[in-house]
């Protein structure tokens, strides 16, 4: 009879432990799917140097841009400084429907016309152009997708994604007809 009663008492208490064993791993793994959940990017961001024709950065030394623009199309002069990329640029040149601040040694891409520039433009492993869609756009930054896309008419959509998380600079894609189309940096007064 003790026999009987120790192992009823050792069955009731084994079965406990694996309840408690099987219960622990369960919310174990619930609490590792809901941090990595949590951990996920709520916003993307393009704080990558980005490439021109996978040669030229967006922003660089001025000899560069002369070696690569021979010949503005327009040279204006910068206005004011509010919004400026570059703190003393004085010029604005216009090079294939695209906009470049200048300084004396600085030069920094504001707006880049994708479609008649026939630029490229690299960040990472992802190549903009002309021929880069919205749809390639939703599977290489998801979240900026879904968070950041404002659809005006005409068939235009634009998203928005910061260039780092400590600054409220941000780069804006024009999509037309669910084509890349635009290109602009913005970066506020």
């Given at each position: 009879m003790k026999k009987k009663y120790l192992f009823l008492l050792l069955s009731v208490l084994f079965s406990s432990i694996y309840n408690i064993t099987v219960n622990a791993q369960e919310i174990n793994t619930d609490i590792k799917?809901?941090?990595s959940v949590n951990e996920q990017s709520e916003v993307e961001y393009l704080s990558e140097i980005m490439f021109i024709?996978?040669?030229y950065l967006l922003e660089g030394d001025i000899k560069t841009l002369k070696s690569f623009v021979k010949k503005p199309d327009?040279?204006?002069k910068q206005k004011d400084d509010c919004g400026a990329i570059i703190e003393d640029s004085n010029e604005i040149w216009y090079y294939l429907n695209?906009?470049?601040e200048v300084s004396k040694t600085r030069y920094a891409f504001r707006e880049i016309d994708l479609?008649?520039?026939n630029f490229t433009i690299k960040h990472?492993?992802?190549i903009f152009s002309k021929n880069?869609?919205?749809l390639n756009f939703k599977e290489d930054f998801p979240v900026s997708f879904?968070?950041?896309k404002s659809e005006e008419k005409n068939g235009i959509i634009t998203i928005n994604m910061f260039s780092h998380p400590l600054s409220d600079d941000l780069y804006i894609f024009t999509f037309r007809n669910e084509k890349l189309v635009e290109l602009r940096y913005f970066f506020p007064c």
């Open positions: 799917k809901s941090t024709n996978n040669d327009a040279i204006k695209c906009k470049i479609k008649s520039s990472k492993n992802v880069y869609t919205l879904i968070k950041n």
